[in-house]
């Protein structure tokens, strides 16, 4: 069974910094890309980054500048690095990953979502 753990939320000041963490874990057979969405109360879950495991990362124009994703492949893990943060960054916050697994002879792709971390920006 395949599983994402997210760490690294909490209560930051605006202007601050915080970094985020999800490591994926199970009988992973690869993963095709890993990312970070966001929802704050009353709103739909955006995406914030993306990053395959080629390296490639899209943002959303909010965070552009402000965020970097990062990913170790050796260890299934991506990172969120939160930089000059903002009230409105203020949500919980969900990786996902879209991951491939080995099914007799065949590969199947999936996708799996962690159960969110909190980040609260004070202002």
């Known amino acids: 069974q395949v599983q994402l753990v997210e760490s690294g939320g909490g209560l930051v000041q605006t202007g601050g910094s915080l970094r985020l963490s999800c490591a994926a874990s199970g009988s992973i057979f690869s993963i095709d890309a890993m990312g970070w969405y966001r929802q704050a109360p009353g709103n739909q879950r955006e995406l914030v980054a993306t990053i395959t495991s080629g390296g490639v990362t899209n943002y959303t124009d909010s965070v552009k500048g402000r965020f970097t994703i990062s990913s170790d492949n050796a260890k299934n893990t991506a990172f969120l690095q939160m930089n000059e943060v903002k009230p409105e960054d203020t949500a919980v916050y969900y990786c996902?990953?879209?991951?491939?697994?080995?099914?007799?002879?065949?590969?199947?792709?999936?996708?799996?979502w962690g159960q969110g971390t909190l980040v609260t920006v004070s202002s």
């Open positions: 996902n990953a879209r991951y491939r697994v080995l099914d007799g002879q065949y590969v199947i792709s999936l996708e799996i």
